[in-house]
């Protein structure tokens, strides 16, 4: 079964930078397009961006363009969100899931569970 971790959170101040990393392990282990989500303190989960299976194709939501950038690394298993210019909006729990899509197409239509997340805070 295919798990995915994500790791690389923390604490940044505003207009600093952090790249996430979700790290594909288990017996199931493959690389499969992934979505990132984001889930601010007391609002819905919302879509950040997916890349296709090669990485050939990413998307992000209006709010993310420009600023973050999804990308991959399919000998690691890993795909990673580079994120800068942060704000303290940005802050929250983000996740990583299988999403529909193939090696050259993404969308946010998760095809997986929800793992624990990493924790991102933008503060002074």
């Known amino acids: 079964q295919l798990q995915l971790v994500e790791s690389g959170g923390g604490l940044v101040q505003p207009g600093g930078s952090l790249r996430l990393s979700c790290t594909a392990s288990?017996?199931?282990?493959?690389?499969?397009?992934i979505g990132w989500f984001r889930q601010a303190p007391g609002k819905e989960r919302e879509a950040v961006s997916c890349i296709s299976t090669t990485g050939s194709r990413t998307n992000y939501e209006d709010a993310f363009m420009g600023r973050f950038t999804a990308s991959r690394d399919l000998a690691k298993y890993t795909a990673y969100l580079q994120m800068n210019n942060l704000r303290p909006e940005d802050t929250g729990t983000y996740y990583c899931i299988p999403v529909l899509g193939n090696d050259w197409a993404c969308t946010f239509n998760v095809r997986g569970e929800w793992g624990q997340g990493t924790q991102v805070t933008v503060s002074s």
């Open positions: 288990g017996s199931g282990r493959e690389n499969r397009p």
